[in-house]
């Protein structure tokens, strides 16, 4: 079966997501086709979690040879609006709203992040038990070292306790920070922010 590529038919302009088709497009795509680069992906993603931290609606809007046909505004509830030049043209109007709520749910199924980042909790637990445990050492280092050697143990004692701790910790606070996190970078607009959001977006996991 033949892969088409998407890049040429989905853009993100102007904060909708615009579909553009022709007749050679609209006579291959079957409901089981289709891929889309990485750098495609993470333009979508970043429009997805733009619009969800701005709060405005996800809008898809598909042309068809410089038409517009189909829009589809998703906010609290879905709004579809067609259109009424192509009417009359009941065939080919069909196979446009259906090749066009097929990409609306293919981009959507591709947007299944929520913002979530991908984290190794137990390495971040364990180096946060490191610098905690290092700290308290050093602002009583004279009374520390004043104690038994075999209190030499303690720290590492310290280190496992805060590691569990905070690995229990971290999944209850880790999807405030991660929307503190989006919203910086996303509300925030600098070269420096949309080139880590871009990057970070290219590189999660799907």
Known sequence: ???IN???????????????LDREIIEEITPNFGQISPTLLTNLRCYFLTQKHTNYPLIFITYYQKDAIIKTVIDTH??????SQYLPKADLLK???????????YVLG?????????????????IIAVIIVMITIALNWAKFISLNPLFFILPVLMWGLLQEGIKRIIPLVLPKI???FWRYLLLNKSRLN???????LKNIKK
């Not at 879905?78 to 259109?83: E, G, R, S």
């Open 1 to 3: 079966m033949k892969t």
């Open 78 to 83: 879905i709004t579809n609006q067609l259109y």
């Open 110 to 126: 591709k947007m299944r992040i929520s913002g979530r980042l991908n984290f190794n909790i137990s390495l971040i637990a364990g």
């Open 6 to 20: 998407l890049d040429s038919y989905l853009t993100v302009e102007k904060g909708e997501i615009v579909i553009k």
């Open 194 to 200: 949309e080139k880590i959001t871009k990057f970070v």
């Open 95 to 105: 196979k446009i709203n259906l090749i066009h709520h097929f990409l609306v749910e």
């Open 178 to 180: 991660q929307r503190l």
